[in-house]
C-alpha cells in the first residue's frame, strides 16, 4: 500500500485476515482429521501469503535490468544470474497468457465467468489448465532466445543504467529486520 499499489494492497489484507479469522472461529478446536487438515491449509496460508506479497511487489515495481544490476553487485555467478533472470520474466508473461486465454474463453463463450470453474472443475482444466501447460514451454523457450540475443550470455563484466547505491532507508530496513529476527529469537 505504501508503494501505491491499494487495490492489491487492500486484497492481500482480506485475505491474511480472512484467514486468521477463519483459523480463530471454524478451526479454533482440532477435534477430527477435516479440522486437522483445515487448520494445517489456513495456517500454512498465513505464513506462505507474505512471501507471495514480496515476490508480487518484486515482480511488479523492479525492472530486469535492475535485478541483473543487482545480482552483479552481490557478485553472483552468471550461471546462476541467468536462470533467475528468465524466472523472474517467466511469471510475469505466464501470468498475461492466462489473463489472455480467459479473455479469449469469455469471448468464445466457453466460460463465462470465474466461478463457472467452481462449479465445472473438468471443464476449468480441458480449457484454461491445457492451453497453459502447451505455452509454458514455448514461453520458457522464447525467454531463454530473448536472453541470449541481449546479449546476457556473454562473460564478460556488464555495465548497467541503473544504480545500485545502498540509501539511509535501505540500512533502516536493514537494522530493523535484523532487530525483528533478534527479538524473535530471543522470545
Not at 472461529?25 to 483445515?38: A, H, K, M, R, V
Not at 484454461?128 to 562473460?155: C, H, K, W, Y
Amino acid at each position: 500500500m505504501l508503494n501505491g499499489n491499494h487495490k492489491l494492497g487492500v486484497i492481500y489484507l482480506v485475505i491474511f485476515s480472512l484467514l486468521i479469522l477463519c483459523n480463530l472461529t471454524i478451526f479454533s478446536e482440532i477435534n477430527d482429521s477435516w479440522s486437522i487438515l483445515g487448520s494445517f491449509l489456513l495456517i500454512g496460508g498465513r505464513r506462505i501469503l507474505p512471501t507471495l506479497m514480496a515476490a508480487t511487489f518484486a515482480m511488479t515495481n523492479t525492472h530486469i535490468g535492475e535485478w541483473v544490476a543487482s545480482l552483479q553487485k552481490l557478485k553472483l555467478p552468471f550461471n546462476l544470474i541467468l536462470p533467475l533472470v528468465i524466472v523472474f520474466r517467466y511469471f510475469p508473461t505466464l501470468l498475461n497468457n492466462t489473463k489472455a486465454i480467459f479473455k479469449a474463453l469469455k469471448f468464445r463463450g466457453l466460460i463465462t465467468n470465474k466461478f463457472e470453474l467452481i462449479l465445472h472443475p473438468i471443464k476449468g482444466l480441458e480449457y484454461i489448465l491445457v492451453p497453459i501447460l502447451v505455452s509454458t514451454d514455448t514461453i520458457a523457450t522464447e525467454l531463454s532466445s530473448v536472453v541470449f540475443i541481449r546479449g546476457m550470455g556473454n562473460q564478460m563484466p556488464h555495465t548497467s543504467i541503473y544504480a545500485n547505491r545502498f540509501q539511509w532507508l535501505d540500512w533502516l530496513v536493514i537494522v530493523v529486520s535484523v532487530l525483528l529476527m533478534i527479538g524473535g529469537i530471543v522470545i
